[in-house]
């Protein structure tokens, strides 16, 4: 009894010593995420804040294991609300201490935009970009390039399938709010010097709006006198049906351009059904939600699969996370590749979303590469577009490809 | 209200006076060393909670003056503030002049836009100016979007540059604390010199009955102009502060919804009273701090999570106005009436208030 009780611990000792390696040093990160939980957009951002948890914990479990990174996010309610997140800023530095963080929208951009260079924290966001935020020498990085462009892609590629009507007339409906009316000074300008001189677009009506209007159709009637070919300018919900409204009850279908959380989904998914959108088209340089074959819809199916994600979750809002959430860790991963997993800085991060380009595989697929420059807070490179329509009652493709953005439009 | 036993005014100027007593003076002293030294020990976030309460202080003691005392209902307060950034933004970004120049000339730009709604009050009260003052609002909106980009950006806004004075630079959230602070003090203590002059009764008595205050002999249109001079200049001031301290100024950060927030500051602190819309500035300011922290915990909390996102948005905002209510019911007198009561009740202690 006493020899097989020492045989046992024997065997333990020699199994001791060969036992499993001891686990990597992991270096753990806090990354802060300014969210809405109780302002304008907490809609948006319900669907937003699992898609964020979802894809860090993917990216801990993977990619930030064999790096010895641990990203490790922290949501803050900025009620979509410059003044809350102005008075956040400084604690959220103090907390966390961040290498990167991920931002809301407008309000922090207006908050933090001038401090984040001695702050010395890049900060991603989501959404496309304005004309008033290009600017050069930014820590801010958006995943898009400028809502103009995005239109200006589409417009053109418009053109190319109807030659018969160029110069294709533009109407444009918008609101008299800042982000809208920048929109608007960069088509007058884009028109001006590209366009019309080119013989491809006309800008023939101008029309102003509430923000949340209930009837549109006096602005309608214009636009209709004016024989606008497309519409650009309904950015929201109540815009968007204000506008199908007007146009229904003149009996017209003026198809508009759009990003895709402006019109076509939200409508559909308050009125249950595409239909009044038939013909018109949104666009935006990620991939298109209508397409389930893409890398991206694989890796969503994975994230629902392995990290609790809800598939209803695959829709436009939730894109836009997806994205930012997408460029940060990767941003990250350069980073520690570069420098290292330990004493990561916002500035060693900064430096490598500068250094290097991010691949559209490393992006799963979602965005196409992006190459970040100080010229611009967006990609400056490579910009394409994907652009989606309501076609016999179903959201799809407008067409498979990727289109590109045209390489002419200057900062306005 | 009752002086402390022992305590009484043998001149005018005793009898004006703000602090009477040793213990008072020792209390102000102390409060105003805690103040000025909050940023040696108070972390990063407390610090920046008070650069906007110091800013938001001040823009309400404006309207405490408007409204609260002359009785002139004012919902464009935040549009008065843009001005006064605009302003200063203007002066420093494209004639490079110092601070110490540029405020007080924020304040009278923003003050000379407010007199004009000033004019307005003279013909209209109560409901018809509060959409008058509304419309401030908008006109702001609507020049700072479509006035020449040279002079105020546009949509694009303007951008600043770090501010200093005399070499010191205000660069960091400790620096221009002490620039906030310094003129928050300065401005309440002339809000309270001002009360309590001629022109305070002036006001108040256009306040109490505007008819009766002009048979007695008070111009009435001068001090209704006045009221919203004084309350704009004081926005002014405040909006200036906003723009050296976010250094990015642009008409959508001064909202129609931020105008309203001031007047809750006003009734939940207590209306006619210098105190009051302090009090009321912090406390509001602090519950909605309280509820940009409750947020993100209640949705880690699975259970919540899993209910959905409305409930945190709805029970955050029900929240708050429930509080609001809640204040307006049991205390319509705000909470510096509270605290009057709290200060007799221990001055006469231990007899019964």
């Given at each position: 009894m006493k020899k097989v009780f020492l045989l046992i611990i024997a065997a333990l000792f020699v199994l001791s010593l060969t036992g499993a390696p001891a686990s990597a040093e992991v270096t753990k990160y806090k990354v802060p995420v300014i969210s809405d939980f109780s302002g304008a957009y907490a809609e948006l951002f319900k669907a937003w804040v699992p898609m964020q948890k979802a894809i860090f914990a993917w990216w801990n479990d993977t990619t930030g294991k064999q790096l010895g990174v641990e990203l490790?996010?922290?949501?803050?309610?900025?009620?979509?609300?410059?003044?809350?997140?102005?008075?956040?800023?400084?604690?959220?530095?103090?907390?966390?201490?961040?290498?990167?963080?991920?931002?809301?929208?407008?309000?922090?951009?207006?908050?933090?935009?001038?401090?984040?260079?001695?702050?010395?924290?890049?900060?991603?966001?989501?959404?496309?970009?304005?004309?008033?935020?290009?600017?050069?020498?930014?820590?801010?990085?958006?995943?898009?390039?400028?809502?103009?462009?995005?239109?200006?892609?589409?417009?053109?590629?418009?053109?190319?399938?109807?030659?018969?009507?160029?110069?294709?007339?533009?109407?444009?409906?918008?609101?008299?709010i800042t982000a809208a009316l920048d929109i608007v000074h960069g088509f007058e300008k884009y028109f001006k010097e590209q366009l019309e001189p080119k013989g491809i677009g006309a800008i023939v009506a101008k029309e102003f709006v509430d923000i949340s209007p209930v009837d549109v159709s006096s602005q309608m009637k214009k636009i209709i006198d004016a024989k606008a070919d497309v519409v650009i300018g309904p950015v929201t919900t109540a815009m968007s049906t204000a506008y199908i409204r007007a146009c229904q009850m003149y009996g017209v279908n003026i198809p508009t351009i759009a990003s895709p959380h402006h019109t076509i989904f939200p409508y559909a998914r308050a009125m249950k059904t595409y239909d009044p959108f038939e013909g018109h088209m949104v666009s935006a340089a990620h991939v298109s939600v209508t397409d389930t074959t893409s890398k991206t819809y694989a890796f969503f199916q994975d994230l629902v699969k392995n990290y609790g994600l809800n598939e209803k979750l695959w829709n436009v809002y939730t894109m836009m996370a997806l994205n930012q959430s997408i460029l940060a860790v990767r941003a990250v991963e350069h980073a520690a590749k570069k420098f290292g997993p330990a004493g990561l800085t916002g500035e060693k991060v900064y430096e490598a979303i500068l250094a290097e380009p991010f691949t559209h595989e490393e992006l799963m697929g979602s965005l196409p590469a992006l190459y970040f420059t100080?010229?611009?807070?967006?990609?400056?490179?490579?910009?394409?577009?994907?652009?989606?329509?309501?076609?016999?009652?179903?959201?799809?493709?407008?067409?498979?490809?990727?289109?590109?953005?045209?390489?002419d439009i200057e900062k306005w | 209200m009752t002086l402390p036993a022992g305590v009484y005014a043998q001149t005018y100027d005793e009898d004006q006076a703000l602090i009477r007593t040793t213990p008072q003076w020792v209390w102000l002293i102390a409060f105003l060393i805690f103040l000025f030294a909050l940023p040696l020990f108070g972390g990063g976030r407390i610090v920046g909670i008070m650069n906007v309460i110091g800013i938001t202080v001040i823009a309400v003691v404006g309207l405490q003056i408007n409204a609260g005392y002359a009785g002139q209902i004012n919902i464009g307060q935040s549009a008065f503030m843009g001005v006064g950034a605009y302003a200063a933004g203007a002066?420093?970004?494209?004639?490079?002049?110092?601070?110490?120049?540029?405020?007080?000339?924020?304040?009278?730009?923003?003050?000379?836009?407010?007199?004009?709604?000033?004019?307005?009050?003279?013909?209209?009260?109560?409901?018809?100016?509060?959409?008058?003052?509304?419309?401030?609002?908008?006109?702001?909106?609507?020049?700072?979007?479509?006035?020449?980009?040279?002079?105020?950006?546009?949509?694009?806004?303007?951008?600043?540059?770090?501010?200093s004075i005399f070499g010191f630079e205000f660069d960091t959230d400790k620096r221009i604390y002490y620039l906030i602070m310094v003129i928050a003090v300065i401005m309440i203590y002339g809000a309270w010199g001002l009360i309590r002059s001629r022109t305070g009764r002036a006001l108040v008595a256009v306040r109490d009955n505007d008819n009766a205050a002009e048979i007695i002999g008070i111009d009435v249109f001068l001090y209704k102009s006045l009221s919203f001079f004084i309350g704009a200049f004081y926005a002014g001031v405040a909006g200036a502060l906003w723009g050296y301290y976010v250094r990015y100024i642009q008409a959508d950060q001064f909202t129609l919804w931020?105008?309203?927030?001031?007047?809750?500051?006003?009734?939940?602190?207590?209306?006619?009273?210098?105190?009051?819309?302090?009090?009321?500035?912090?406390?509001?300011?602090?519950?909605?701090?309280?509820?940009?922290?409750?947020?993100?915990?209640?949705?880690?909390?699975?259970?919540?999570?899993?209910?959905?996102?409305?409930?945190?948005?709805?029970?955050?905002?029900?929240?708050?106005?429930?509080?609001?209510?809640?204040?307006?019911?049991?205390?319509?007198?705000?909470?510096?009436?509270?605290?009057?009561?709290?200060?007799?009740?221990?001055?006469?202690?231990?007899?019964?208030?």
């Open positions: 490790e996010l922290k949501h803050y309610d900025g009620r979509y609300d410059s003044t809350v997140v102005a008075s956040m800023w400084p604690g959220i530095l103090a907390e966390c201490q961040p290498i990167i963080a991920l931002g809301a929208g407008g309000p922090d951009v207006a908050a933090l935009q001038q401090r984040l260079p001695q702050d010395k924290v890049p900060v991603v966001y989501g959404t496309a970009s304005y004309g008033y935020g290009w600017l050069p020498n930014q820590w801010l990085f958006q995943v898009r390039p400028t809502y103009l462009q995005e239109f200006m892609a589409a417009f053109v590629w418009y053109t190319e399938q109807h030659p018969e009507k160029k110069p294709v007339k533009l109407g444009i409906m918008s609101a008299q100080k010229e611009a807070p967006f990609s400056t490179k490579n910009l394409k577009v994907m652009i989606e329509t309501v076609k016999d009652g179903k959201y799809v493709l407008a067409t498979p490809d990727w289109v590109p953005i045209p390489t | 002066l420093t970004l494209h004639f490079n002049l110092p601070i110490w120049i540029t405020i007080p000339m924020a304040g009278v730009a923003a003050a000379l836009f407010g007199s004009v709604f000033g004019v307005a009050a003279v013909r209209i009260k109560g409901f018809y100016l509060a959409l008058t003052t509304i419309a401030a609002q908008f006109v702001f909106s609507f020049a700072m979007i479509k006035l020449p980009k040279a002079w105020f950006g546009q949509a694009e806004g303007l951008r600043l540059n770090p501010v931020l105008s309203v927030w001031y007047l809750g500051m006003l009734i939940v602190g207590g209306m006619g009273s210098i105190l009051g819309a302090i009090i009321g500035t912090v406390v509001i300011r602090i519950l909605q701090e309280m509820i940009t922290f409750l947020g993100p915990q209640l949705a880690d909390i699975e259970l919540i999570a899993g209910v959905g996102g409305e409930i945190i948005f709805a029970s955050m905002n029900m929240l708050l106005g429930g509080i609001i209510i809640l204040f307006v019911i049991f205390e319509p007198r705000g909470l510096v009436h509270r605290w009057n009561i709290i200060k007799e009740s221990f001055r006469i202690w231990p007899f019964p208030h």
